[in-house]
T-cell receptor, first 113, second 109 residues
Framework: KAGVTQTPRYLIKTRGQQVTLSCSPI?????VSWYQQTPGQGLQFLFE???????NKGNFPGRFSGRQFSNSRSEMNVSTLELGDSALYLC????????????FGSGTRLTVV | GIQVEQSPPDLILQEGANSTLRCNFS?????LQWFHQNPWGQLINLFY???GTKQNGRLSATTVATERYSLLYISSSQTTDSGVYFC???????????FGTGTRLQVFP
């Protein structure tokens, strides 16, 4: 069965712009989580959605937002991009939170110039 | 919150050697996974192992939940094993994956 699909794979944006990233989970998975990976901070949790509801949110500014659609696909949006937002953004899907493993997508590498 | 520590931070091996990677966590966990991050950035799930022992080919993992650690064994290492290995957990007090800082493995022919 198809894995977790993230689009686009690479993005270059200018400071001040906004960006939207997409994640399609494994069929049947209702939980989608987003993580940011940078060399300095490692892998950090952004937020998690389950059945179109945000269940948990990490310690990121309000410029970072997300949503989940009825088909479980999720998008995350970053507004007013800053140079420090340059990172690998990873999406993970799960059947539910506990008792099952998370499966990650290939990530979107965002560069802000 | 829960802390996850991995050791060693770096490991350099010759092809064919065996290795053990360690993950210590500071609180009880209800989920523990080992991932391999490939050069393109994707996190490949190796094991879902909140407790017990599992094996998959040359790789095996053991989690001793009562002592709050997990071990990943790589036998007969190959150059394709190179990359960063992450341990990640969720605990009963948090519902997000907490990652360790990783072990960077380099395998030379």
């Amino acid at each position: 069965k198809a894995g977790v699909t993230q689009t686009p794979r690479y993005l270059i944006k200018t400071r001040g712009q906004q960006v939207t990233l997409s994640c399609s989970p494994i069929s049947g998975h209702r939980s989608v989580s987003w993580y940011q990976q940078t060399p300095g901070q490692g892998l950090q949790f952004l937020f998690e959605y389950f059945s179109e509801t945000q269940r948990n949110k990490g310690n990121f500014p309000g410029r970072f937002s997300g949503r989940q659609f009825s088909n479980s696909r999720s998008e995350m949006n970053v507004s007013t991009l800053e140079l420090g937002d340059s990172a690998l953004y990873l999406c993970a899907s799960n059947v539910d939170r506990v008792g099952y493993g998370y499966t990650f997508g290939s990530g979107t590498r965002l560069t802000v110039v | 919150g829960i802390q996850v520590e991995q050791s060693p931070p770096d490991l350099i091996l010759q092809e064919g050697a065996n290795s053990t990677l360690r993950c210590n966590f500071s609180d009880s966990v209800n989920n523990l996974q080992w991932f391999h991050q490939n050069p393109w950035g994707q996190l490949i799930n190796l094991f879902y192992i909140p407790s017990g022992t599992k094996q998959n080919g040359r790789l095996s993992a053991t989690t001793v939940a009562t002592e709050r650690y997990s071990l990943l064994y790589i036998s007969s290492s190959q150059t394709t094993d190179s990359g960063v290995y992450f341990c990640a957990v969720t605990s009963y007090n948090t519902d997000k994956l907490i990652f360790g800082t990783g072990t960077r493995l380099q395998v030379f022919p």
